[in-house]
């Protein structure tokens, strides 16, 4: 079945009355533990592909999902433009910020939202954003958020919410990095594999994202593929299910949570 998409608008209205509006999002896959499979509740906050990706890497920039999602879901990639312009406007402005960092956190309280996504589109483009996203995850410490970034040289001040779980997207690109921080700061690899390639020293606890022509979920046994039958028991454990197998109600983020826990 295909991914659902849920979006939602919210506004913040300013000491001086100016108003600002956002859009949170969310999908079937990265619902979590607030919506279901066939009806995501938003659960994040997303901007454009690449554009807002300093460090995108030539692998990820060919193959990244929402250049996909961009043509099939126009609707949902108009929000994540819109994001993208208005963050910055607000960032320019410490009460604008402040705000909107309090209706942020006002909005994720009050629909319950237990956990929430930074980004399935776009990344940490500054430092100044960073510092943002640091402010909306220690402002709700009951909630549980988590982000991929190949953003390496904000990580030390994303790592300032301890509620924030961080994960590195790597690829072959940029792994001899995602390595270096990974050993400095214990957050876990996410790695990209483009053709099956799989570092040998993959840390333990990392998830591994096959490329789209690596992936079982169309055919009819999906162990059956051949970049799954090259894979060690060990690595098979890493593979993150949905992209793999396809997603459902039991292969998501929520019941999966390789990339939700420390
Ligand atoms: S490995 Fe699990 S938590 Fe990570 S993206 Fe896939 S489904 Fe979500």
Not at 46 to 70: F, I, M, W
Not at 125 to 130: D, I, Q, R
């Amino acid at each position: 079945m295909a991914t659902k998409f849920a979006l939602h608008k919210i506004k913040v209205i300013m000491p001086d009355d100016t108003v600002f509006t956002f859009w949170f999002d969310g999908n079937g896959k990265i619902t979590a533990g607030n919506g279901t499979f066939d009806s995501p509740v938003p659960n994040a906050f997303s901007l454009v592909q690449v554009k807002d990706c300093p460090s995108a890497t030539p692998t990820c920039t060919s193959v990244c999902y929402v250049h996909n999602l961009e043509k099939a879901e126009a609707e949902v990639h108009g929000k994540y433009a819109h994001n993208s312009v208005t963050i910055r406007k607000i960032l320019q402005n410490a009460i604008y910020r402040q705000a909107t960092e309090f209706e942020f956190v006002h909005w994720i309280k009050k629909n319950n939202i237990r956990e929430f996504r930074w980004h399935v589109s776009g990344d940490v483009f500054s430092k100044e954003y960073a510092k943002f996203v640091v402010s909306v995850c220690n402002l709700a410490p009951d909630v549980l958020f988590w982000i991929y970034t190949r953003s390496f040289n904000f990580v030390e001040t994303l790592q300032e919410a301890p509620n924030l779980v961080v994960n590195l997207s790597a690829d072959r690109d940029n792994y001899k990095k995602a390595l270096e921080i990974n050993r400095k700061y214990g957050v876990r690899i996410c790695y990209l594999s483009l053709e099956g390639e799989i570092p040998k020293d993959l840390p333990k606890g990392s998830v591994i994202f096959p490329n789209y022509t690596l992936r079982g979920r169309d055919l009819p046994v999906p162990t059956e593929a051949p970049f799954w039958k090259q894979l060690t028991l060990k690595q098979k454990k890493m593979v993150c299910p949905p992209d793999f197998f396809g997603q459902s109600e039991k292969l998501r983020c929520g019941p999966c949570r390789k990339c939700m826990v420390h």
